[in-house]
């Protein structure tokens, strides 16, 4: 199973700081895309072009997208950062709960959602 790396993204593609520069220099992803799958990192928008957090509500629509997709790609290991609770300021109660729909099977999460996931997937170390 190859493991793909869920970053928060903006809208403008511009992965220059935090997960997504991780995801551009390490995982594939491609400068100016600002969601989906991209060698082997996932775009997830949480910010807008002007780096200013998405409504919650957006969020949470792009987070279903995710899920549907991480459904539909049961070869794929997807593991996923604290998106939206970095540079989008965003707190991890709002965010994590919107990933609890999401197939424990292939989605992993950043040990510090523990709290508000609990103990039906798997956890890494904090990124």
């Known amino acids: ?19 997504a520069l991780t995801a551009l220099r390490h995982h594939g992803a491609i400068y100016g895309q600002s969601t989906g799958l991209m060698g082997n ?16 509500q957006i969020i949470r629509h792009e987070v279903q997208h995710f899920i549907a997709f991480a459904r539909s790609r049961k070869d794929l290991g997807f593991q996923v950062t604290r998106v939206g609770c970095g540079l ?36 890494w170390g904090t990124f």
């Open 1 to 19: 199973m190859s493991l793909i790396f869920v970053f928060g993204s903006n809208t403008a593609g511009r992965h220059g700081k935090g997960a």
């Open 88 to 123: 989008a300021y965003n707190t991890d109660d709002q965010i994590a709960p919107m990933f609890k729909e999401a197939p424990a099977l292939n989605v992993f999460f950043d040990e510090k959602w523990r709290p508000f996931l609990g103990n039906g997937y798997d956890y």
């Open 41 to 56: 990192a996932y775009a997830l928008p949480t910010c807008d072009a002007g780096f200013r957090s998405l409504p919650l």
